[in-house]
């Protein structure tokens, strides 16, 4: 996946991110739920698109 459209998507969420809690209201503990939630997967999707996530699933702690 070429980096632009990695950058573009980041821009994206965070901006829908910024919506979301700025404008909707809702309690602190399910927007916070929601934000650890959205960066989580986001944090996921990059670790994938950028071809490390077979690493991180694969690492062993103890040999």
Known sequence: MPLIN???ALIVVGVAL????TYIPMAGSI???LNVVIV???A????????MW???TNYKFLN
Not at 18 to 21: A, D, F, K, T, Y
């Open 6 to 8: 990695i950058v573009i």
């Open 18 to 21: 910024w919506l979301i809690n």
């Open 31 to 33: 927007k916070t739920i």
């Open 40 to 42: 989580v997967a986001v």
């Open 44 to 51: 996921i999707w990059v670790l994938q698109a950028v071809g």
């Open 54 to 56: 077979g690493r991180v």
